[in-house]
Structures are given as structure tokens and as C-alpha cells.
């Protein structure tokens, strides 16, 4: 099966806070490609990672950073000092081989999480 | 990445009509794909538009229902035929072929109200 699974309906923290969100991926590729995206109110998506199954480096950049763990087949996201801006769907997608040497997103269901002043 | 629109930017449409909406890309690239976001939910992949040839759609979506056209490497439209209110979703379409194959970057999406 080739599936995505945010556990995590949504979250509500409050500014400054800490900010973990789960993702758990299942696939039958050897090689392939993980997102994460950001949905705010005004409803488009804007690309924030992409990580490959052959590195397992931790990213971070700015107040972001991503934790690829093949072992528990997971590529959680975590936002350090949260901030109101930050408050928004997050969506994390898994890119699965298709026919023609193309690629197609499966994406999970979504966290909203929603930043307090 | 690139620039992508969409017109329209939203929509109110009857039920029974047809809408059309068109994607418009500022380069080349090889491969578009159609997503609907129905309400609250996640996105849902429609089909994916290969320049020159049928459109290739995923289990739950026809052609008769969602038909798609790719006359170029920068165009592409989705038309939502025969209304109802249950196609009431966010509609967007997305390129990969730019930085790699592996990678989409989304338009901003038609919002489609169906009454």
C-alpha cells in the first residue's frame, strides 16, 4: 500500500510554543520522495521540504526543521517558537512511481494547526 | 519554481452547467496534474496531463465527468461538467519538471461553489 497518515487533526498551542506534527508513510518503493506543504486561509500550497529515502539528514531552516527517520517510516515536522503566521493546514506527501518514469503525490489528510497570540 | 494561474480565482455556478478552468504556467514543463480539495478534506488527485497525449486519470474520475486538455508544455484546462453541489471543492492544478521530476508546485487554486 502506498499511503500517508497525519494522525493529527489539529493542534492549538499557543504563541512561542513548540510545535511537533506527525507524519507516517507506507510504500513498496525503494527510492522515493517525501513533502511537506503549508495550506494557509488563502487556500493555496506552498512547497516547504522535500526529502529523498536515501537521506536521513535532519533539516533545519529557520524556525522549521524536519526529522526523516526510515526506520519508523515517519518525516516529522517540527516549528520552534511558533508564531500566529504559522497557523494553517500543513500537509505531508509521499511520491510514488508511476508509469513513464513519472512520479504523483499521495497526500495525508492534513493537521490544521491553529497559533493563539 | 515557476509562476502558475488559474482562472477563475472562484467561482458560483448552477447545478447541470460547466465550468472550465484554465492553468497557465510561465515555462515549460512536462508533466500537470489536477487535485480537488473538497471541503475540510485533503487533496485528491484527478488525473495527470502529459503534453501530446490523453490524460490519465485515477480511479473515481472520468473522462466524460472531467475532461482535461494539454495543447502545450505551459497550458492546461480542467472542465467540470455537469454540476452538481457535491463538486463544490478547491480545484488545482500543479507542475513537476522543473528542479526534477519528483517535485509539484501548486497553483492557487479555483475555489467552485455549485448551488
Known amino acids: 500500500a502506498q499511503k500517508v497518515t497525519q494522525a493529527q487533526t489539529e493542534i492549538s498551542v499557543v504563541e512561542k510554543e513548540d510545535v511537533t506534527l506527525d507524519c507516517v508513510y507506507e510504500t513498496r518503493d525503494t527510492t522515493y520522495y517525501l513533502f511537506w506543504y503549508k495550506q494557509p486561509p488563502s487556500g493555496e500550497l506552498v512547497f516547504l521540504i522535500r526529502?529523498?529515502?536515501?537521506?536521513?539528514q535532519n533539516e533545519i531552516s529557520g524556525r522549521y526543521s524536519w526529522n526523516f527517520q526510515k526506520s519508523t517510516s515517519s518525516f516529522n515536522f517540527t516549528i520552534t517558537a511558533s508564531q500566529v503566521v504559522d497557523s494553517a493546514v500543513y500537509f505531508c506527501a509521499l511520491s510514488v512511481s508511476f508509469s513513464g518514469g513519472y512520479n504523483k503525490l499521495i497526500f495525508g489528510a492534513g493537521t490544521r494547526l491553529a497559533v493563539h497570540p | 519554481s515557476a509562476v502558475i494561474s488559474q482562472k477563475p480565482s472562484r467561482d458560483i455556478c448552477q447545478r447541470g452547467t460547466s465550468l472550465t478552468i484554465q492553468c497557465q504556467v510561465d515555462s515549460q514543463v512536462t508533466m500537470m496534474f489536477w487535485y480537488r480539495q473538497q471541503p475540510g478534506q485533503s487533496l485528491t488527485l484527478i488525473a495527470t496531463?502529459?503534453?501530446?497525449?490523453?490524460?490519465?486519470?485515477e480511479s473515481g474520475f472520468v473522462i466524460d465527468k472531467f475532461p482535461i486538455s494539454r495543447p502545450n508544455l505551459t497550458f492546461s484546462t480542467l472542465t467540470v461538467s455537469n454540476m452538481s453541489p457535491e463538486d463544490s471543492s478547491i480545484y488545482l492544478c500543479?507542475?513537476?519538471?522543473?528542479?526534477?521530476?519528483?517535485?509539484?508546485?501548486f497553483g492557487p487554486g479555483t475555489r467552485l461553489t455549485v448551488t
Open positions: 496531463a502529459n503534453q501530446g497525449s490523453e490524460a490519465t486519470y
Open positions: 500543479s507542475v513537476s519538471g522543473l528542479a526534477g521530476y519528483y517535485e509539484q508546485y
Open positions: 526529502r529523498n529515502s536515501f537521506d536521513e
